[in-house]
């Protein structure tokens, strides 16, 4: 029986996937719907799916990076709300995107090849080069969103953290720890909302309740069990990396 994930971070368009899915392709074993990235890397390292379905851009983890990080161990079909610009670099690749709201019609064509490729027992592509085309083409419309202020009350004083300040953030139940190298303050947006602005190729999420600016780290460390903590430049620190995280230091 072939097996997929789903990963998207709203839950609409996860569910009417599924809900299509199974219309289209009831012998396929959903094994889990995952609303962040880093729950589709674990969904994908424990369970092996033969197919991720993959939002391009969720916070944090993005669709992208995940597919990076299994390259080869499934064959990723990507869904996204982006228009035809940055979706040219799929017309040469041996890969499907499915453009939202998905299409009936649409979705019936990406079962099909994956079918067919599933029935050969065709390798899952090599997706580096699509993956550094794609990246090429969405960094200017991401960069319109990102936020470069981060404001927080601290009694009836507002503090302001320029972006390029902060060392990292933190997840505090409903809060989020903003630091910066001489100051920090909790602000009342969850860290999810934040990633939303936040460049990726810049914020590194580490942990699920952990984003650090990938300049602000000084040293990893990886300890005799295989656990990675970092360090971060002027401050006494030590931030845990979680095991979906970890890919972001293999090669260390």
Not at 45 to 73: C, E, K, T, W, Y
Not at 135 to 146: G, V
Not at 159 to 172: A, G
């Amino acid at each position: 029986m072939p097996t997929a994930i789903i990963a998207d971070d709203e839950d609409l368009p996860r569910s009417e996937l599924r809900r299509m899915l199974a219309e289209l392709w009831p012998a396929l074993d959903i094994l889990a719907e995952c609303e962040h990235g880093a729950d589709a890397l674990e969904a994908i390292q424990q369970r092996r799916p033969d197919i991720a379905f993959l939002d391009i851009r969720m916070p944090g983890i993005s669709g992208l990076d995940v597919a990076h990080a299994v390259n080869g161990r499934c064959h990723a079909v990507f869904t996204t709300a982006y228009e035809n610009h940055a979706l040219e670099a799929f017309e040469a690749g041996a890969i499907d995107y499915l453009l939202k709201p998905i299409a009936r019609e649409r979705l019936q064509q990406a079962v099909a090849r994956l079918q067919e490729r599933l029935d050969a027992a065709k390798p899952a592509p090599d997706l580096t080069g699509l993956m550094a085309e794609l990246d090429r083409r969405l960094r200017p419309l991401e960069a319109a969103k990102r936020i470069t202020w981060i404001s927080a009350s601290v009694g009836d004083v507002i503090k302001l953290f320029p972006v390029d300040d902060i060392l990292f953030f933190e997840s505090d139940e409903k809060y989020t720890r903003v630091v910066s190298r001489d100051d920090e303050a909790h602000v009342r947006k969850p860290l999810r909302e934040l990633l939303e602005g936040l460049d990726p190729e810049r914020f590194w999420q580490i942990h699920r309740g952990v984003v650090v600016r990938a300049d602000a780290i000084a040293r990893a460390r990886r300890d005799e069990m295989g656990r990675i903590t970092v360090e971060i430049r002027g401050r006494d620190d030590k931030l845990k990396v979680s095991q979906a995280y970890a890919w972001r230091f293999r090669t260390m």
